[in-house]
């Protein structure tokens, strides 16, 4: 028997395979969309109806995370720039600027339980310290004396933790 003969009826009816394949398969698929805009039926194929859930509907966007009454007591921490800076570092409670050590050495901030206290500005020639000179009575959390080095990266002086009464 001729090789090209054998070749031929061999690839003829492995294409002929592979097109029944293709058709089947498109059938499949289109026979599975349309059962899918049944209700009942897609909740049984689809996952993704069975796994979601209820979605999330927050009460109120606008109000704040952490909510203070009127009688909440503030407390202060007193920061020392340890060395000469020659920029501007300021200090950040939870991600806002409250005061810079452009022209003083010490600085005295308000904080509240939780508060997030850091420093960060323009990159020293040197590395700067900066210590928790002072704090007011109540405050466990940064302690007295705890000191940073920064080098011109946002460094965390601490969480504001009140002892409890």
Same mark, same amino acid.
């Given at each position: 028997m001729d090789f090209e003969q054998w070749f031929k009826e061999r690839t003829s009816g492995f294409e002929r395979l592979l097109i029944r394949g293709a058709i089947f398969l498109l059938v499949l698929l289109f026979l599975? &969309?349309?059962? #899918?805009? +049944?209700? @009942? +039926? /897609? /909740?049984? #194929?689809?996952l993704v109806d069975r796994l979601e859930g209820e979605p999330y509907t927050p009460v109120d966007i606008g109000a704040p995370a952490i909510s203070r009454s009127a009688g909440d007591v503030m407390h202060y921490l007193e920061l020392t720039l340890l060395g000469e800076v020659k920029g501007n570092v300021e200090v950040f409670v939870n991600g806002t600027a409250v005061k810079s050590f452009s022209e003083n050495t010490s600085v005295v901030i308000t904080v509240s339980e939780g508060d997030l206290v850091e420093i960060d500005g323009d990159i020293p020639e040197e590395e700067l310290g900066v210590v928790v000179s002072a704090v007011s009575d @109540?405050?466990? #959390?940064? &302690? $007295? @004396? /705890? &000191? +940073? $080095?920064?080098f011109g990266r946002p460094e965390t002086i601490g969480w504001v933790v009140i002892k409890g009464d």
């Open positions: 599975s &969309q349309a059962l #899918l805009t +049944v209700p @009942g +039926v /897609r /909740r049984t #194929l689809n @109540g405050i466990q #959390l940064p &302690q $007295h @004396g /705890r &000191q +940073v $080095h920064f």
